[in-house]
Nanobody, 125 residues
Framework: QVRLVESGGDSVQPGGSLKLSCTGS????????VAWFRQAPGKEREGVAC????????HYPDSVDGRFTISRDTAANAVYLRMNSLKPEDTAMYYC??????????????????WGQGTQVTVSS
């Protein structure tokens, strides 16, 4: 089992960038696929990215429109989400999640077991 902690959320203006971090506070994220989800008020939690154990494969839904990049740093026991050209509709609580397997499953909440507590991203002018 791994315990996950997110950081890096902030308030930014439209068009700005943020880099979120997900680390394993207990255990390591290096042996698991890791996904990022977000949830805005009144909305369902939606997946925005996933990276495989190897870090070679990554997956994104159409909703991020090529603006997000997920990456690994195994030495740092971390998975990052780089978000560029942020829009007000990106405002949400962002969570990282993992599951005991090798490759990324479909980006559905039910497919992930381990969750962090979230970090807030707010995009407004």
């Amino acid at each position: 089992q791994v315990r996950l902690v997110e950081s890096g959320g902030d308030s930014v203006q439209p068009g700005g960038s943020l880099k979120l971090s997900c680390t394993g506070s207990t255990g390591t994220v290096n042996g698991y696929p890791v996904a990022w989800f977000r949830q805005a008020p009144g909305k369902e939690r939606e997946g925005v990215a996933c990276i495989s154990v190897s870090g070679v494969e990554s997956h994104y839904p159409d909703s991020v429109d090529g603006r997000f990049t997920i990456s690994r740093d195994t030495a740092a026991n971390a998975v990052y989400l780089r978000m560029n050209s942020l829009k007000p509709e990106d405002t949400a609580m962002y969570y990282c999640a993992s599951v005991y397997r090798y490759a990324c499953p479909d980006l559905k909440v039910a497919n992930f077991e381990y969750w962090g507590q979230g970090t807030q991203v707010t995009v407004s002018s």
